[in-house]
């Protein structure tokens, strides 16, 4: 064979996916490789830096912004499957190295190669239909940092769209926080809880037995009252739905 | 009066120091025709023609600002008589103080009532009226008293504004700050030329005003945008709080 | 200064969540002022607001950019049209300055339309401790002055009280009998006010804006009070924050667009009252004395940063509470001071001093949707991220907060993610760990400490086997050479 002409993407799997749900990063390989994208992983990769950043300690955050740039050096297109970690790439990178105008240059091409999976898919690959289907009543929550840092708003809806046999039902209060925010679950447990009982009884409210969004961090919070309430309700990456994938994706046998 | 900006107050340029050097600077930004801000260079040529495009315009649409300004200011609030003579008007007024069983009515000294003389109307309807403006046997004082004790103010206006329904007026030489407040009923009554479209236009005629007289346009200057009203307890509407619980427009012509 | 209350801001919120009237207020105001709002957007259409918003804007930017330049023409103008401008460096001054004003005029009586600025001033207490009764007028205020409380929103002081509590409220302060109609109450307020604005020797008023171009000050009300307040006593004094300037006089009309639909949904209040010193000497009426004055008391910490300028452009519409989900569920009060919800979570950190009030830039998940609703567009995430940055970091005392437990979190954090090695190490231990904790892949009770509150209502999931880093490696790296 002569020279790849394939787009070459370098996926950010992020921490969350990594640890906790890696079935969510197998579905986004397979649906980027059926789409004939040729799909590398930078083993060196762990965490992009928010969780400690939005603590505010900038000084870690950069450690691990810094290692970041370095895996993405040479990626053609840097696609994650979390609205927040690519918001952290493409609006706060910039800013943390604004005192190095070496790793700012970086961090802007970085900034500019970087896409979250539903946008990659609409925005650069220009597919809307993956031939997927998912029998089943739908709701989408538009997690904050993909709907207002990156103002991704229409991608995932047009994907589901075209998903055969999936009923979408909006969901009341759509663009309302989970209320997960990081350490705010732990540090202000009391006003996360509330504002979780709200999104969780907009979700029972549509009516739908699947639960889709964007990013991994909303789906765990807002699994973690599903599951401990009992509810019949499944939680998903728009990956998965979009990989046809059946089984949870938290649980294997252990 | 004793000046307090002495011994009490930060003086002025400790405080504008203290601002340069949050800024940054070490130097006070220059002014005049380096002002950094292009409205504040107009000359007062550009402003008279800007306003006379602004009243060509709004003499041109009249009838369309008149509708709409009666729609939009009856939309806000404001009980709206149009009225294409003045005894129309007249009457209107006639009918609101009958309905009110009003005794006393307050009014300022303004042109609009000698085209829409109210006076001797209300006095054959056994309703007092009082003229608003100080002479030799008048005082603020008794004037005040006056208005107190009246059930009715009428004004006329400065302007109207369509964009927004509201009637501007300026106090002055016979047009009290307090008429239109105190009484618990207004009616203004407008007169076509004064109707304008927007804000814009308001302020861009307050500006050519303010600059041709060598920087004064009078101590104040009050849109009035319907009647007062509150949502404070419970987000539950009242109308009429402090200010007027009806205010009437008559729109001549 | 009022009471500093912002480092209570934890215990304040649990039990303020718990309230189910203050739940049942939020609601109405969080509904009802947001739905108005965005009918109004809807009416005049998003691109039209839009284009409001970037002209209010920039408009605001190079103002606070060259504030000096237009306290200056401002100054200049008020003194112009016969007023007096003060300039008040902190609360005492401000204080200091109304006080020897309401001394050697020999003030009795003051009326009073709302003002934040006031409320920081805590100026009510120090006029009242030299015999002058002050009487707010704006009905929200009027109450909670007579309930002795602070306001719990920026635009719906007495959004937390029900129409029973002011009911009984007027009737043991006032001596009228027990109401139940609000109608009645609101005329009770009128009758009761009507004399105080006529009596008044004094009257005090906040401003929303203030023209540098002509020295104009601008107060925009829907009740009437403000109108009386400037128009009917001998004295006027308008207090306001150094940063409510703007340019000129046909800056104003945006603003009276986007302020009015942002607060309540209404395209403009009852009343924008305009004021250019005392009153003309051919006048009817008016004040006789206009004292303009200027209040910085923290705002320069503002100005100074770049990164928290843009706070300054801040015009108190209340729209970031109206969505802000965090104040939606713990209400005004909860934040400790005079400025609540988003932009109060900046504000008030950087006036009362950034270590007295660590909990406020922290407590929001910066979901963004105040920014979305501000008509200024002011980038209230990225300062609160900007605010946990310097209690973290900053060299400066004032502002860091001690971390010890949280810093070394942070470090223990970076050295397991510094390499996918040491990230693997982790893996492994943790699903050791959790095997006594694990129950068919959930965790209901988390032993540690901060985590603890994560399975109070909720549970986590347990690490799975194979990390991605595992399975990249054991199954999907090698179709990454196929196609080659």
Redesign the interface.
């Known amino acids: 064979m002569g020279q790849d002409c394939r787009t070459k993407a370098s996926l950010f799997v992020t921490c969350i996916v990594d640890q906790l749900y890696p079935q969510v990063g197998v579905s986004v390989v397979r649906v980027l490789r059926r789409l004939g994208v040729s799909v590398d992983f930078p083993m060196d990769q762990t965490c992009c830096g928010q969780p400690v950043f939005n603590a505010g300690f900038t000084r870690q955050g950069r450690q691990l912004a810094e290692r970041v740039l370095r895996s993405f050096r040479h990626s053609q297109y840097v696609v994650v499957p979390s609205g927040s970690c690519t918001a952290m790439m493409r609006v706060f990178y910039p800013e943390l190295f604004k005192d190095d105008p070496g790793l700012q240059r970086q961090a802007k091409e970085l900034s500019a190669k970087v896409y979250e999976f539903t946008e990659f898919l609409v925005k650069v690959l220009g597919v809307e239909d993956i031939g997927a289907s998912y029998h089943g009543a739908v709701t989408y929550h538009s997690s904050c940092h993909l709907l207002r840092e990156l103002e991704v708003r229409d991608e995932p809806r047009r994907l589901l769209g075209k998903v055969r046999g999936l009923q979408l039902k909006e969901l009341p209060q759509v663009e309302s926080c989970c209320g997960f925010g990081g350490t705010f679950s732990v540090k202000y447990p009391h006003i996360s809880e509330g504002m979780l009982a709200d999104k969780l009884a907009n979700v029972v409210a549509s009516g739908a037995e699947t639960l889709v969004a964007c990013d991994m961090s909303c789906l765990m919070h807002i699994e973690g009252a599903i599951s401990r309430q009992g509810l019949d309700i499944k939680v998903r990456h728009l990956a998965q739905v979009l990989d046809n994938q059946i089984p949870s994706p938290s649980t294997k046998a252990h | 009066m004793p000046s307090v900006a002495g011994p009490v107050g930060m003086p002025k340029e400790e405080f504008l120091r203290s601002v340069r050097q949050a800024l940054g600077k070490g130097h006070p930004t220059s002014g005049g025709l380096e002002s950094p801000y292009l409205r504040l260079g107009e000359k007062l040529a550009d402003l008279e023609a800007q306003a006379q495009e602004i009243q060509r315009r709004n003499t041109a649409n009249r009838t369309e600002l008149l509708e709409r300004l009666a729609a939009t200011a009856q939309l806000l609030g404001w009980r709206v008589c149009r009225s294409p003579n003045p005894e129309e008007a007249i009457g209107y007024v006639i009918s609101v103080a009958t309905t009110l069983g009003a005794q006393r009515v307050v009014r300022s000294d303004q042109a609009v009532f000698n085209t829409v003389p109210l006076d001797t109307a209300l006095k054959i309807q056994g309703v007092g009226v009082t003229t608003i403006a100080r002479d030799s046997a008048r005082s603020r004082e008794s004037l005040r008293a006056e208005i107190v004790a009246a059930d009715l103010g009428v004004t006329g206006a400065d302007y109207a504004v369509a964009e927004t329904g509201s009637v501007v007026v300026v106090p002055r030489k016979g047009l009290s700050r307090l008429v239109s407040v105190v009484p618990p009923v207004h009616i203004a009554v407008v007169r076509p030329q004064e109707v304008v479209d927007t804000l814009d236009d308001v302020f861009l005629l307050r500006c050519l005003e303010y600059h041709r007289n060598g920087g004064d346009m009078g101590s104040y200057l009050n849109f009035i945008s319907g009647p007062s009203r509150t949502a404070d307890i419970e987000q539950t509407l009242v109308v009429g709080v402090h200010g007027p619980k009806e205010v009437h427009l008559v729109l001549l012509g | 200064m009022a009471e500093v209350k912002t480092h209570n801001f934890?215990a304040a919120?649990?039990s303020s969540?718990l309230d189910p009237q203050l739940r049942r207020?939020l609601q109405?105001?969080g509904t009802?002022?947001d739905g108005a709002r965005r009918e109004a957007i809807q009416e005049v259409t998003p691109q039209v607001w839009e284009a409001w918003r970037e002209q209010a804007r920039q408009i605001k930017i190079?103002t606070l950019?060259?504030?000096?330049?237009y306290?200056?023409?401002l100054?200049e103008?008020v003194v112009?049209?016969?007023g007096?401008?003060?300039?008040?460096?902190d609360a005492a001054?401000a204080n200091?300055?109304v006080a020897?004003?309401a001394r050697?005029r020999k003030v009795r009586v003051a009326t009073k339309s709302k003002s934040m600025v006031s409320e920081e001033l805590d100026l009510n207490r120090v006029l009242e401790t030299m015999g002058v009764n002050v009487y707010e007028?704006?009905?929200?205020e009027y109450?909670i002055q007579l309930a002795d409380e602070t306001p719990s929103h920026l635009v719906?002081?007495?959004?937390h009280?029900?129409?029973e509590e002011?009911g009984r409220l007027f009737s043991q302060k006032l001596g009228v009998p027990f109401l139940d109609d609000?109608?009645a109450?609101?005329r009770v307020?009128?009758e009761t006010?009507?004399q105080k604005?006529?009596q008044a020797d004094l009257g005090i008023s906040g401003a929303n804006f203030l023209i540098a171009?002509?020295g104009t000050l601008v107060i925009i009300t829907?009740?009437?009070?403000g109108?009386?307040c400037?128009?009917?006593p001998r004295i006027h004094i308008g207090i306001t924050g150094?940063e409510k300037i703007i340019?000129?006089?046909?800056?104003?009309?945006v603003f009276?667009?986007l302020l009015p639909r942002s607060a309540?949904g209404q395209?403009?209040?009852?009343?924008?009252?305009?004021?250019?010193?005392?009153?003309?000497q051919?006048?009817?009426?008016?004040p006789e004395?206009?004292h303009l004055?200027?209040v910085?008391n923290g705002r320069?910490?503002l100005?100074?940063d770049p990164a928290l300028r843009e706070a300054l452009y801040c015009i108190r519409c209340g729209a970031c509470l109206n969505v802000c989900?965090?104040y939606q569920?713990?209400g005004g009060h909860a934040y400790g001071w005079v400025y609540p919800g988003p932009i109060g979570s900046i504000v008030s950190p950087v006036l009362v001093g950034l270590n007295r009030a660590k909990d406020l830039p922290?407590?929001?998940?910066?979901?963004?949707?105040c920014?979305?609703a501000c008509p200024l567009k002011i980038n209230i995430p990225h300062m609160l991220?900007h605010l946990?940055?310097?209690?973290?970091?900053s060299p400066n005392p004032d502002e860091q907060s001690p971390?010890g437990a949280?810093?070394l979190l942070?470090?223990g954090?970076?050295r397991v993610?510094?390499?996918?090695n040491t990230?693997a190490i982790a893996?492994k231990v943790g699903r050791i760990l959790q095997k006594p904790i694990?129950k068919?892949?959930?965790i209901?009770k988390m032993p540690l400490p901060?985590?603890s509150?994560?399975t109070?209502?909720?549970?986590?999931?347990?690490?799975?086997?194979?990390?991605?880093?595992?399975?990249?490696?054991r199954e999907?790296?090698r179709?990454?050479e196929d196609?080659?």
Request: hydrophobic fraction near 40%.
């Open positions: 934890s919120s649990k969540i207020a109405r105001v009802g002022f190079h950019d060259n504030l000096d330049y306290l200056e023409m100054h103008n112009k049209a016969g007096e401008v003060h300039f008040a460096r001054q200091a300055i020897d004003i050697t007028t704006d009905l929200g109450i719906a002081p007495a959004l009280k029900t129409k002011v609000i109608e109450m609101a307020a009128r006010l009507r604005f006529l171009e002509t829907n009740e009437g009070n109108r009386l400037t128009s009917a150094m340019p000129s006089l046909r800056d104003l009309a009276l667009r309540t395209r403009l209040s009852s009343y924008v009252s305009m004021v250019t010193g005392p009153r003309r051919e006048d009817e009426d008016g004395e206009f004055v200027i910085d320069s910490r100005l100074g989900p965090v569920k713990v922290h407590a929001s998940t910066l979901c963004g949707a920014r979305e991220l946990r940055h310097k209690l973290a970091e971390t949280q810093g942070a470090r954090y970076v993610m510094s390499s996918p990230l893996h694990a068919k892949g959930r209901k901060l985590l509150q994560w109070r209502a909720r549970d986590l999931p347990t690490l799975p086997p194979k990390t991605f880093h595992q399975i990249w490696k999907l790296s179709e990454s196609g080659a």
